[in-house]
DNA sequence: AGCAAGATTAGCT
DNA sequence: GCTAATCTTGCTA
């Protein structure tokens, strides 16, 4: 049963509370945690996507749509946003703040926590493929629509730092080409290099990160 | 009330 | 590369 270290703690809303882009970024390294009775597993963020609607036709909330689904893009940073996309639960961080329904999609997490819990629910041994997908990485950790709502800055869910990315990558978000021009929008995000992201794509540039 | 489409994945050809 | 899985959402009527 995985035990996480005591310096593992939330972090504050404060963090939610910036532009979604820059959230999208930031979360990168960052630590999600799922404790449950079973046990615990957690891994860091290694690719997130930006959905900013009104104005994304990729969006759930584009042109401020707001039904039972996207209800929860209109609350407050930091909430839980999951949804079904055929037989998978997606996990993504709402943004924006009230009344701006935006959201970061969580894509692919590095392994850290509880592995062999994560192993057990996935029904395989892979290392990468544990979760690097979005609909993988919330079967691995027992994210389910459930927890749709459940701020982040609480447990049994929550975000925690992790570490601080060299360099980031960017380029197209994956799986909306029938979105308009947002399908170029560049605005999926991605740890360089990083052998457990979804899929591999091009660049469009890099940001190199300073240590801080 | 009916229906087409979907921010995916696994398994097979 | 192709397709089934499986079910909710949201749009049309």
């Given at each position: 049963m995985g035990e996480l270290p005591e310096d593992i703690i939330p972090l504050p809303q404060k963090f939610y509370e910036q532009p979604t882009l820059d959230l999208a970024k930031a979360l990168l390294g960052c630590l999600l945690v799922k404790e449950t009775s079973e046990g615990v597993a957690a891994g860091y963020i290694v690719e997130t996507e930006a959905y900013i609607g009104p104005g994304d036709m990729a969006a759930h909330s584009y042109n401020n749509r707001r039904t039972a689904r996207t209800e929860i893009m209109f609350q407050r940073s930091g909430l839980t946003y999951t949804y079904l996309m055929h037989t998978h639960c997606l996990f993504n961080v709402v943004s924006g703040g009230e009344e701006n329904p935006e959201a970061v999609l969580i894509r692919a997490l590095e392994p850290r926590f509880g592995i062999e819990y994560m192993k057990n629910k996935r029904g395989i041994e892979d290392l990468p493929s544990l979760t690097n997908g979005p609909g993988k990485l919330t079967k691995a950790l027992g994210i389910t629509i459930e927890d749709y709502g459940h701020p982040l800055t609480d447990p049994p869910l929550y975000l925690a730092t992790g570490f601080s990315p060299e360099s980031i990558s960017v380029g197209k978000r994956i799986g909306i080409d029938k979105s308009g021009e947002a399908?170029?929008?560049?605005?999926r995000f991605w740890i360089t290099d990083?052998?457990?992201?979804?899929r591999h794509q091009k660049s469009e540039y890099v940001y190199k990160v300073k240590r801080t």
């Open positions: 399908r170029d929008y560049l605005w990083n052998k457990y992201v979804s």
